[in-house]
């Protein structure tokens, strides 16, 4: 699957360092591109909020579960970091009957996004799953498995989309292996 050079050759079951687990993380907003721009909507998490040996991976793409928490609090809005005010709704529409709070298969990216020419890190899982809206202000504890490749920049936002699915496929097809399905019980509790 991929067959891409710069794919990193994924073990049949996971391998130090991973698994990698969190705590619920809450889930901030990024700049909002990753679903008006690409088509690939992100939630993103604090790096304050993950354990360090989360944050001393190598900048790139990776791969695990996720489970979303509501957080039983009012609509609010938040200013971003470029001073947009958008809404959080803290996961207010997630349902057991949707699956949205399912343990579900995701797909990961830690960088800095040399496409958009981001100067900070951020954290960002895409949840293989369809959701209804955004959840800003839930909650998300995920475990990573794997590691798919380096972050790379790009001179073209299609060819950006044509590698994080290519990613999503990698994530996916790994993820239903036994060895690496075993993990979701680790986001159960
Ligand atoms: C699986 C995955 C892989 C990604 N790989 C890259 C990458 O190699 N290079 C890059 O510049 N951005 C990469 N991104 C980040 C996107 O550029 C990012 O989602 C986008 O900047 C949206 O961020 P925003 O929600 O803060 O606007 C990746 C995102 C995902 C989910």
Known sequence: MG?????????????????????????VCGFGRGS??????????????????M???????????AHLEKVDKELTHVNRKDGQKVAYNYGSHLT????????????????RNPFYGNDFKTIEL????????????AKVKFNILGHIRQE?????????IRDINIDI????????????L???EELRC
């Not at 067959?3 to 889930?27: L, N, S």
């Not at 944050?55 to 579960?65: H, I, Q, T």
Request: glycine residues 6%; proline residues 9%.
């Open 3 to 27: 067959g891409r050079p710069f794919d990193v050759p994924i073990p049949e079951e996971p391998k130090a360092p991973f698994p990698i687990i969190t705590e619920y993380c809450d889930i």
């Open 36 to 53: 008006t721009d690409l088509g690939i909507p992100t939630a993103n998490v604090e790096i304050e909020e993950v354990p360090p040996r």
């Open 55 to 65: 944050n001393l991976l190598d900048l790139g793409v990776y791969f695990g579960f």
């Open 96 to 111: 057991e009957e949707n699956g949205d709070l399912d343990i579900l298969p995701m797909v990961l990216s830690i960088g």
């Open 126 to 137: 895409h949840i293989l799953h369809d959701f209804t809206d955004n959840f800003y202000g």
């Open 152 to 160: 790379l920049d790009y001179t073209t936002k299609e060819a950006l």
């Open 169 to 180: 496929e990698i994530a996916r097809s790994t993820l239903l292996k036994k060895s690496y």
């Open 182 to 184: 075993k993990y979701k």
